[in-house]
């Protein structure tokens, strides 16, 4: 008698698809959430400027603001 050969077609199944929707599903939820943050910063980092090109107009009308003395908001060193 010949032994039958044994199967070689073997798949993940229902529990590889299963943790694989769910990690697709994390992925989703995370990168929106990322989005949603990142949205708020640009908006918040949008305002700060706004705010500072409002006080450089007033000081500016002032006559307050001097070369030297004047803040850039450049908080890198000069190369």
Not at 21 to 29: E, G, I, K, R
Not at 47 to 60: F, I, K, V
Request: hydrophobic fraction near 40%.
């Amino acid at each position: 008698m010949i032994a039958a050969e044994p199967a070689t077609n073997v798949t993940a199944g229902l529990p590889g698809f299963l943790v694989l929707f769910f990690v697709a599903l994390a992925c989703w939820f995370l990168y929106r959430s990322m989005n949603r943050h990142l949205r708020k910063v640009r908006y918040q980092a949008g305002d700060l400027t706004s705010n500072q090109r409002a006080e450089q107009r007033t000081n500016g009308a002032d006559g307050a603001d001097s070369a030297a003395g004047a803040d850039t908001g450049n908080d890198r060193p000069n190369d």
